[in-house]
């Protein structure tokens, strides 16, 4: 078995399809905020890649991080853009500061499923599509 192939079965072993990433597909650094959408395969000298919701080619693991989103005022408009390829509604969640009206979060899925993450909260997609939220501390979800 070669040292591609074995990374891939590593991989596979505890990241199945489904998986929440944050992958890094172009140039520009910019991040696309997916879950995968294949297991892991070898490939040549790029070593094991994966494929990804949001993007047409595969990536190598080395561009893809594994976990949640945590929500932040910079990655809100990568956030929803992500709820919109997983045609889950997402919305502004709004608070009265100071006299305006701001941007404090994001309202995920609808009543009686919806979910609310404020930002430094953390958005976990599941494999099933479910999302939750996870409260950063100080915060009141």
Do not use: C
Not at 40 to 48: D, I, K, N
Not at 49 to 60: I, K, S
Not at 81 to 106: C, P, S, W
Not at 114 to 130: E, N, Y
């Amino acid at each position: 078995m070669s040292p591609t192939n074995s990374s891939a079965e590593r991989w596979n072993a505890v990241h199945p399809p489904g998986t929440q990433v944050i992958a890094y597909p172009g140039k520009d650094g910019e991040p696309l905020y997916t879950w995968t959408r294949s297991l892991a395969m070898a490939h040549g000298r790029s070593g094991p890649v994966v494929l990804v919701e949001g993007h047409v080619t595969r990536l190598p693991l080395s561009h893809v991080d594994v976990g949640p989103w945590t929500l932040t005022p910079e990655n809100y408009g990568h956030i929803d853009e992500a709820t919109d390829r997983d045609n889950t509604f997402a919305k502004q969640y709004t608070a009265h500061l100071g006299g305006q009206i701001v941007t404090v979060g994001m309202r995920i899925g609808e009543r009686p499923a919806r979910v609310i993450a404020r930002f430094g909260d953390v958005i976990v997609r599941h494999g099933s599509g479910v999302y939750t939220v996870r409260s950063a501390k100080g915060s009141a979800a």
